[in-house]
């Protein structure tokens, strides 16, 4: 008996879909949206690597979710999703920003001074693997973002794993990378990010679903 293809159920993704989704999703307050504008403006080439609109007002209502204090962001940027997490945190929380540029990272400090959450983020400027294995061994992170260098992702998940407390969130950015990943012959990045997917697809230390948002979003819990 053949099994039938599952039933595909997503509308057409043209920009007046995607311009409803943001106007149906909590406003970027006025930091974030100049933020994004001024990384457009003074990054041009690199401004695809800030996380998409959506994403930050998703990633608060994580933070809010869980109540999260401890965060730790692996690839910072120019701080557009440090900035909406910080934002959500309670004032006593902790937001640990790894990331190498202090050029794309001058922006980011700017945004988190000018929304007042300064206070809130502790930047670390040095190869995130070295910041990682640095921090705490023993769970303590309520939630991390992952949206860096692609090739170093298993490493990342293995060193935030077992930081991360029982119900706490991982969260991995560009996880359909341009839609690669269903490529079984892909390379370079696309391929990096297609072994990552399987090794947290067979992590039993975690539960995990895959979406659609963006370029893709993982979403994991630690049991």
């Known amino acids: 008996m053949t099994t039938p293809a599952p039933r595909d159920k997503r509308p057409p993704q043209t920009p007046e879909l995607h311009r409803y989704v943001l106007d149906h ?4 307050d006025p930091v974030l949206s100049e933020l994004v504008e001024t990384t457009r403006a003074r990054h041009p080439d690199a401004a695809r690597m800030q996380s998409a609109r959506e994403q930050a007002p998703l990633l608060a209502f994580l933070v809010r979710l869980i109540g999260a204090r401890r965060i730790v962001e692996v690839g910072t940027f ?5 900035l909406a997490m910080a934002q959500a945190m309670p004032e006593d929380g902790r937001l640990i920003a790894c990331d190498v540029s202090e050029e794309w990272t001058a922006l980011a400090r700017e945004a988190w001074r000018r929304a007042g959450v300064e206070e809130r983020v502790d930047l670390r400027l040095a190869p995130a693997l070295e910041t990682l ?5 023993e769970p303590w992170i309520d939630l991390s973002y992952l949206d860096a260098d692609k090739d170093n992702y298993i490493h990342y998940w293995e060193e935030l794993v ?3 407390r029982p119900g706490g969130l991982l969260v991995a950015d560009n996880v359909l990378y341009r839609g690669e990943v269903a490529d079984p012959g892909a390379t370079g990045n696309a391929a990096a990010i297609r072994a990552f ?7 039993g230390r975690t539960e995990a679903v895959l979406l659609t948002v963006a370029d893709g979003v993982t979403i994991a819990r630690r049991r």
């Open 25 to 28: 999703n909590p406003p970027l």
């Open 78 to 82: 120019t701080g557009f999703s440090s």
């Open 162 to 164: 077992p930081r991360t």
């Open 133 to 137: 294995r640095a921090l705490p061994a």
């Open 197 to 203: 997917n399987e090794h947290v697809a067979a992590d």
